[in-house]
């Protein structure tokens, strides 16, 4: 629910900060009432699913990743919108290294080795959700 619902939300507000930086100003685009509305009803039907009881609730460890998944998702998808005219390849590549970037400590915590001792019913349902499933 906190993915399916923010991830409108962070699009919309990350698409009109692109739009006040943008340098050949060809768009004048304003802000709608029913663009405030939808996304004022999305927040509030969020919260209303989400049935939290607190702040602390909302960014609790696990709901931090699902909101830094949708922020994420959401930059990708106006990255991907505003590269039209750029090779499939290049936007594959600075994808790709912005995600190694991100995640490259990994490679430093001893514990992430560890996967490689693990049985071989893991592996047999990593191979399933990684290439069987998509």
Known sequence: VLVTTMIPIFSYFIFMIAILFQKDKKSTHKIT???ILG????LLSGFCLLNL????DLFGKFNILFLTCSFIWALIAVFNHK????????INFYINLISVLMFSWVLFDVKSYEIFHFEFK?????????FLST
């Open 39 to 42: 996304l004022f009803l999305g």
């Open 83 to 90: 590269a039209k005219g750029a090779h499939p390849l290049a």
């Open 53 to 56: 009881g607190s702040l602390e």
């Open 33 to 35: 009432k029913s663009e």
């Open 122 to 130: 893991f592996w047999i349902s990593m191979f399933v959700v990684a």
